[in-house]
């Protein structure tokens, strides 16, 4: 299982990017727990929202909730995160991980150490 990110870049406080995840597997995104995360320079990594493998559970980080949407495509095997009002503390690098939860199950992971494949991660960076 292969994961890309993309869709970081620079913006300014107050202003939204769209995270992309694209999943390179044959089964598709139905059979994974999908979730992103992120690491802030000098910090440890951080849970920010999760997606289950039926599409119907999601959950999101109490830092962003309100500001960050995830959701998916299944016919583009993508997931996404959508990052409204941006501010300077959610400069950090995002990534998404996937772990296989079963066919269209509720289950979601907020755990990054039950996570066993990752992508590289995309920067994202926000200016005050």
């Known amino acids: 299982v292969q994961l890309q990110a993309s869709g970081g870049g620079l913006v300014q406080a107050g202003g939204s990017l769209r995270l992309s995840c694209v999943v390179s597997?044959?089964?598709?995104?139905?059979?994974?727990?999908m979730s992103w995360f992120r690491q802030a320079p000098g910090k440890d990594r951080e849970f920010v929202a999760a997606?289950?493998?039926?599409?119907?559970?999601?959950f999101t980080a109490d830092s962003v909730k309100d500001r960050f949407t995830i959701s998916r495509d299944t016919a583009k095997n993508t997931v996404y995160l959508q990052m409204n009002n941006l501010n300077p503390e959610d400069t950090a690098v995002y990534y998404c991980?996937?772990?296989?939860?079963?066919?269209?199950?509720?289950?979601?992971?907020?755990?990054?150490?039950?996570?066993?494949?990752w992508g590289k991660g995309t920067l994202v960076t926000v200016s005050s």
């Open positions: 997606i289950s493998s039926n599409g119907l559970n999601r």
């Open positions: 991980a996937a772990r296989n939860s079963g066919y269209r199950t509720f289950t979601i992971q907020r755990a990054g150490d039950n996570m066993p494949y």
């Open positions: 597997e044959n089964t598709g995104i139905s059979y994974y727990a």
